[in-house]
Nanobody
Framework: QAQLVESGGGLVQAGDSLRLSCAAS????????MAWFRQAPGREREFLGV????????AYADSVKGRFTISRDNVKNTVYLRMNSLKFEDTAVYYC?????????????????????WGQGTQVTVSS
């Protein structure tokens, strides 16, 4: 079992930056990848970015590429999402997710059911 706890959300103004954290705990927690998603009211959960836990390589959705950066601290079992130049449309609940099962060639990291554990979410509200 693993538990993911997000933090760092809040109310910010458009143009501001924010860093979210997701701390993972659990016996022998060793993910293959961790990701960030978000969900705005009335919308589907949206993939933002993923990081390979071993190599540190990352990939992003086109909608946030260049503004959002995902990073990880293997020692602290924590993944971060740095968000710059926030816009009103970034307002959503932000979730981190962990995949514990092995990666495979061509896996679709943008699909939510490819992940095994989820955090409870943290609200980010951007005022215009």
């Amino acid at each position: 079992q693993a538990q993911l706890v997000e933090s760092g959300g809040g109310l910010v103004q458009a143009g501001d930056s924010l860093r979210l954290s997701c701390a993972a705990s659990g016996r022998s927690f060793s993910p293959s990848a961790m990701a960030w998603f978000r969900q705005a009211p009335g919308r589907e959960r949206e993939f933002l970015g993923v990081i390979n836990w071993g190599s540190g390589s990352s990939a992003y959705a086109d909608s946030v590429k260049g503004r959002f950066t995902i990073s990880r601290d293997n020692v602290k079992n924590t993944v971060y999402l740095r968000m710059n130049s926030l816009k009103f449309e970034d307002t959503a609940v932000y979730y981190c997710a962990a995949r514990l099962t092995r990666l495979y060639s061509g896996w679709d990291y943008g699909v939510h059911n490819e992940y095994d554990y989820w955090g409870q979410g943290t609200q980010v509200t951007v005022s215009s």
